[in-house]
């Protein structure tokens, strides 16, 4: 995280994207500095580096989160 | 409700059950130490300890009930609707 504001939108700097599915492992996509609209973000959370790096992602099948419905 | 456990619906239909660190004026809540539920199906925040979710994609908040004072609560409710009554 590179910087925020009050309205929640985040600047992220070496970001990366990871596509879930059922058909095959989670897909990780480099992205680089992106700025996020706050109006868009669900949930920012803080990743635990050990816990993350511990695990293969390519064994991961899970379903994609569901949209948000207002 | 302060570092009480309590558990958020997002719009979503995700759970997410943590310690309440704080609440801010657009109810963006901060959770520590969460959980997902149904994690089998989501495992995305498998390492995410503690996070910032925003207010505007909160359904629910569960609270403990223990916690809430129900009393308190309805006198409040009785008190402002008699005063809505003498109006």
Do not use: W
């Not at chain 1, 970001?15 to 879930?20: L, P, Q, W």
Request: charged fraction near 25%; include cysteine; glycine fraction near 6%.
């Amino acid at each position: 995280m590179a910087g925020f504001d009050q309205k929640s939108n985040v600047v992220l700097s070496e970001s990366k994207e990871r596509v879930y599915s059922m058909d095959e492992g989670v897909e990780e996509i480099p992205l680089g500095l992106y700025l996020v609209k706050g109006d868009m973000i669900v949930l920012i959370g803080e990743i635990d580096e050990a816990v993350d790096q511990a695990v293969d992602l390519s064994t991961i099948r899970a379903e994609p989160i569901p949209p948000i419905r207002y | 409700m302060v570092h009480q456990q309590v558990t958020v619906e997002l719009k979503n239909d995700l759970s997410i059950t943590g310690v309440l660190k704080s609440v801010d004026q657009f109810l963006n809540i901060r959770l520590d130490n969460i959980k997902v539920l149904d994690e089998a199906r989501h495992p995305h925040m498998m390492a995410v300890k503690n996070c910032f979710i925003r207010g505007s994609v909160v359904r629910y908040v569960q609270l403990p009930g223990d916690h809430v004072d129900t009393q308190l609560l309805e006198d409040a409710t009785r008190r402002e609707a008699l005063n809505q009554a003498k109006r």
